[in-house]
């Protein structure tokens, strides 16, 4: 049953990976070393994503959650903000595209917070049942240990999710304060990007809220 669906899920990634690669290339098909780190880098985060979305919510909806955000992550490997903004002949495109990146990202992030909101509530139910069954005499610590284990890997997960997310709120406030500057704070550019910060604060937020509370979960169940 497993190894079918494990197939489904990287399958999922991969096709997104290709789509993404294929924006990536030039008029005659090839790619330059920027668009084929770009390209790798959309591979390995959308495989990474797709199997993060399956395991946290175990349908078919986590798995393209997963494979989304992993795309998106992927892409912005080895990509500074100096070579997004080179990729593009005009400032006005370049913060186009930022605002657009950022929206994709937000809505990307926010699904997987609310796939790890969702498992925190069932992994705390299921610790406090477990801690209970111990004390009771009628389960093991090897049962304990095996909930550790998952929690750790939930843990590690939602940690990635805050990291990427840190990484997104620095990269939009750079952004964001180069076009204050230079276009001034009535701007239309300048006022989405105020937008996306608002916003990437408050996904910040809520992955720091996760890994607060699978941490304390994790703590509760060492006995």
């Known amino acids: 049953m497993f190894i079918p669906e494990l197939k489904k899920v990287v399958m999922i990634p991969l096709i997104t990976a290709a789509l993404l690669s294929a924006c990536a290339t030039n008029p005659d098909g090839t790619m330059d070393d920027q668009q084929q780190t770009v390209a790798e880098g959309a591979m390995v985060g959308a495989v990474v994503g797709g199997l993060l979305g399956a395991v946290i919510g175990d349908n078919r909806r986590s ?74 005499g009628q389960v093991s610590r090897d049962a304990l240990n095996r909930q550790k284990t998952n929690l750790e890997q939930q843990l590690a997960k939602a940690k990635k999710v805050q990291s990427l997310t840190e990484k997104q709120l620095a990269d939009t ?51």
Do not use: C
């Open 63 to 136: 798995a393209l959650a997963g494979a989304a955000v992993g795309g998106i992550i992927g892409a912005g490997i080895g990509s500074s903000i100096a070579e997004r903004k080179a990729q593009y002949a005009t400032e006005e495109d370049f913060l186009i595209a930022e605002i657009q990146r950022n929206e994709d990202f937000i809505a990307e992030a926010d699904a997987q917070n609310r796939l790890l909101y969702q498992e925190i509530a069932r992994l705390d139910r299921e610790s406090r049942r477990l801690a209970k069954e111990y004390r009771a």
């Open 173 to 223: 406030q750079q952004v964001y304060q180069e076009s204050q500057q230079k276009r001034g704070a009535k701007d239309q550019y300048t006022q989405k990007l105020e937008t996306n910060l608002v916003q990437l604060r408050q996904t910040e937020e809520q992955s720091s809220q996760n890994v607060a509370s699978l941490q304390q979960v994790y703590d509760d169940l060492s006995i």
